[in-house]
């Protein structure tokens, strides 16, 4: 603000010195978190952001006063970190908040108690965004993008603090989600599990003591986990909880939980309702759902070949490709029930050449060999109970049960 005199930017940096340095004193986490909100673009910061480059002393300032000085370490790059933000140099503005941090982690570790642990929590989410930022400004300069690691490393330090016997072991589990926020972008999913073990098995934690948000957003990454690891009964597990203590008004954050539980929900053979797609905008899976419903293998094929990349990126394309076996499952299904229409006594003979005739109408070119194949699978992953008559080609189908249901079990589980 090119406006703004030297003597009311002098009153604006002095006051927030004040208001820091008062905050600390008097253990006031509120009026202190807000602060560091660097990322807000709140009007107290962005005035100040001003204030700093007109009167460019604001060292000096700090050095002046006792009270401001002790707190030098944190305060000095905090403000040349809120002034590198608000002109657009996001690396320097990283650089500058991650010595700030460091400083007041410093001061945080020396505090008997866990009064300042919401602001350890705005620390925490600030240098995560802030890398983020500072890592596209040098992607986009073509250099190598490596704050969001350095976060990463902070964020460990932190979490080295919180998990000890006292009272700020409850502040470990906003760091974890911080951290596999940060290991998610990075495609470093491996190192969650030094975190998840420190967390699911020290006796310093009692799960139930965290906070309901922190407990839904590790729920939500480490189902994610067991997606990528196929565990999709523990991944059923995980994300349903994260849904059922999700808070109903954040339609956001329910929709991510659901991108990942629809999948699981689908191995394990439960198809959503069509007004869960719609409400939650995941019109993504209504073919998906349909070709199941119906054992369209086209469909299917069709649905992830349109949506390829939003489910590449997601991480559950080759989760729904195995959903083919359940297709086929019902396409035998759907024969089995339209023969047993037409003459009850032949229903369980089917015959190979039958389910070749009603793929080539759904378009796919299959010969009797590869059904033969694909039906022998099917019995052996259980979905079909029946055995061949090689001779006549004709899978003969049990005639209790033919078509098990996975009854929430994945696939052969």
Known sequence: MASMSMGESHRRITEYLHRFSDSVSTQESSSLKQLFRVSSDSPLLLSL???LNVFQDANRLIKQSDAYSELAE??????????????????????????????????????????????????AYEIRVLAEKADRELASLGKAPEKLKAAGSFLMKVFGTLAGKGPKRIGAL?????????YFKLGTVHLCRSVIRSIETARIFDFEEFPVRDKVTYMYYTGRLEVYNENFLAAD??????LNHCDPRKEANIRMILKYLIPVKLSIGILPKSWLLDKYNLVEYNDVVQALRRGDLRLLRHALQEHEDRFLRAGVYLVLEKLE?????????KIYIIQKQRDPSKAHQVKLDVIVKALKWLEIDMDVDEVECIVAILIYKNLVKGYFAHKSKVVVLSKQDPFPKLNG???NS
């Open 237 to 242: 597990q995980k994300l349903t909880y994260s």
């Open 409 to 411: 079990k994945p696939v």
């Open 325 to 333: 076996l359940q297709v086929y499952q019902r396409l035998v299904k």
């Open 74 to 123: 944190i305060l000095a790059p905090l403000l040349r970190c809120l002034q590198s933000y608000r002109i657009g140099n996001l690396v320097d503005a990283y650089n500058a908040f991650e010595r700030s941090a460091n400083a007041f982690l410093q001061e945080f570790r020396n505090w008997e108690t866990a009064w300042a642990m919401e602001v350890m929590f705005v620390v």
């Open 49 to 51: 952001a001003d204030a």
């Open 174 to 182: 906003y760091v974890t989600c911080q951290l596999f926020k940060i």
